[in-house]
């Protein structure tokens, strides 16, 4: 049985003290215990960012890339060893800005993986300034004046294109975000989980202001209903509701036809093809009495 100590890395930690990253982390090792999951089994992927560097404090495979590029390269690495538990760690400027457009075809394409988006509304590497998510009005290190455009809502994104999982944590509530975290990682397809993270350094209201406007959704919500889950994500109102917002019916996983009907089998254990077979792919692309 997996210990919570058996995902600790030696790695010196550069988050701020008392940063609720440190929750999420938390929230992580518990999950991992729940399900047993061996760290050779986990492969952590990153881009730039606070939230980026969660895999160097984990004891797991991790792949840490470009800014706003993890999820291709999660993509990559599900496609060619399913048997690894493929996860981003990613923060709301990384995900939903830089890599915005990789978050949207992530939609289209349901690969069987797990996206984790700190979203404390700022850019926290560099600074504090607003991110897509930063809600208008608000001031920020560049923004003097108040942020004048609308934020993304990313979560209602995903629901309205069919995205199976999508839920809302806080990093307040350990316990709670571990259930999200153990129901994401169960889920086949990609599951989007939007984690409400307050940045104490350069965030405009306290953790507390925030656990004072956290409201758990109760059973009265339908996680299954998907308009119901839409109404949520799309809600305007001072609490911010938590707990898996839409489950809906699995859709089919990306790459996995391919493995199965080409392939035979995870790519990682494909026997390279033949040079033979590819030169007679090749010759159907030649114009006929054109040298080789």
Not at 22 to 35: G, P
Not at 56 to 67: D, I, P, S
Not at 115 to 123: D, L, M, P
Request: aromatic share 8%; proline share 7%.
């Amino acid at each position: 049985m997996s210990e919570m100590r058996d995902y600790t890395s030696r790695a010196e930690n550069q988050w701020c003290p008392g940063c609720p990253n440190f929750s999420i982390l938390e929230a992580y090792k518990k999950a991992f215990v729940e399900m047993d999951l061996p760290p050779h089994r986990i492969c952590m992927v990153s881009g730039i960012g606070q939230a980026a560097k969660l895999p160097h404090y984990l004891r797991c495979n991790f792949f840490n890339g470009l800014h706003g590029r993890a999820l291709p390269a999660a993509v990559g690495i599900q496609i060619a060893n399913p048997e690894l538990t493929t996860i981003v760690s990613t923060g709301d400027g990384d995900a939903y800005g830089e890599g915005g457009n990789h978050f949207l075809h992530a939609l289209r394409r349901n690969p069987n993986i797990t996206v984790v988006v700190h979203n404390n509304e700022i850019y926290a590497l560099t600074k504090g300034q607003a991110s897509p998510t930063t809600p208008t009005g608000e001031k920020r290190s560049l923004q003097l004046r108040g942020v004048d455009i609308a934020p993304l809502n990313m979560p209602a994104v995903a629901i309205l294109h069919h995205c199976t999982f999508v839920a809302r944590g806080f990093a307040g509530e350990v316990d709670h975000l571990k259930d999200l975290l153990v129901a994401a990682l169960n889920h086949p397809g990609l599951a989007l989980v939007d984690v409400i993270q307050p940045c104490i350094t350069w965030g405009t209201h306290s953790v507390k202001w925030y656990r004072d406007r956290v409201r758990t959704l109760g059973d009265d919500h339908d996680p299954g209903d998907w308009e119901a889950g839409l109404n949520v994500a799309l809600r305007k109102e001072e609490a911010f509701s938590i707990g898996i917002l839409y489950q809906g019916e699995p859709r089919p996983v990306f790459g996995h036809g391919y493995r199965e009907s080409v392939v035979g089998g995870p790519l990682y254990r494909a026997v390279p093809t033949d040079r033979s077979q590819i030169e007679a792919a090749l010759s159907a692309f030649r114009p006929a009495g054109s040298p080789a």
